[in-house]
């Protein structure tokens, strides 16, 4: 499985923008990018996913580098509701069931 | 729609029982998983199936028993609990064609 790399811990104050990296140097072709996120005491919640292009949705949007070798989780507007552990993941096209969870990113939103 | 359902939220067992892990979803998803997160860790893959019927090993596998007789359905069989086996337990469901997966509120299992 391709390996992904995020610093594990950042913080931010509300209201501001929020970007979250993710290294994923040894990606191939065929992974897409998914992001999930996971508040405190509950289970992971799936936030976006991307395979070349930008994408937008209503809780953040996914800038993917044109080598696909980095992506950036943005969070427009934090609120104190965001704080939770943000985990890049990727998940090949065909096929794959698994979802290879790291460590994740902890972001913490200051009031 | 429930989403996804985890029962029960909390189980304390003694090392040898065993006990079942109930997961149900409303949502007709084809796919399901189970999934452990012990403490300060991601979560790891335990089982899992691509419909009624068909199931197959995730990256954890030992000790855990699964079968899928509804689309609805994907109980977890611990055998004969360990400590090793105290962590927190996921399920999830995915709709074919569809990324995102939807994950249940899990359930808290300690072995003494």
């Known amino acids: 499985d391709a390996k992904t790399t995020q610093p594990n811990s950042m913080e931010s104050n509300e209201e501001e923008p929020v970007h979250l990296p993710c290294n994923h140097s040894t990606i191939s072709g065929t992974d897409y990018i998914h992001w999930y996120r996971q508040l405190p005491s509950q289970g992971p919640e799936y936030v976006i996913h991307g395979l070349t292009s930008n994408v937008n949705n209503r809780m953040a949007s996914l800038a993917i580098a044109e080598d696909r070798k980095s992506s950036t989780l943005i969070l427009h507007r934090a609120t104190l509701r965001d704080a939770a552990v943000y985990y890049c993941i990727l998940r090949a096209i065909q096929g794959a069931q698994k979802l290879v969870f790291g460590q994740g990113t902890r972001l913490t939103i200051n009031p | 729609n429930a989403g996804v359902t985890q029962t029960p939220k909390f189980q304390v067992l003694k090392t040898g029982q065993s006990m079942t892990l109930q997961c149900a979803q409303d949502?007709?998803?084809?796919?399901m998983s189970w999934y452990r997160q012990d403490p300060g860790m991601g979560l790891r893959l335990i089982h899992y199936s691509v419909g009624a019927g068909i199931t197959d090993q995730g990256e954890v596998p030992n000790g855990y028993n699964v079968s899928r007789s509804t689309t609805e359905d994907f109980p977890l069989r611990l055998l004969s609990a360990a400590p090793s086996q105290t962590s927190v337990y996921f399920c999830a469901s995915r709709r074919q064609g569809e990324h995102g997966y939807t994950f249940g509120s899990g359930t808290r299992l300690t072995v003494v």
């Open positions: 949502m007709n998803h084809e796919y």
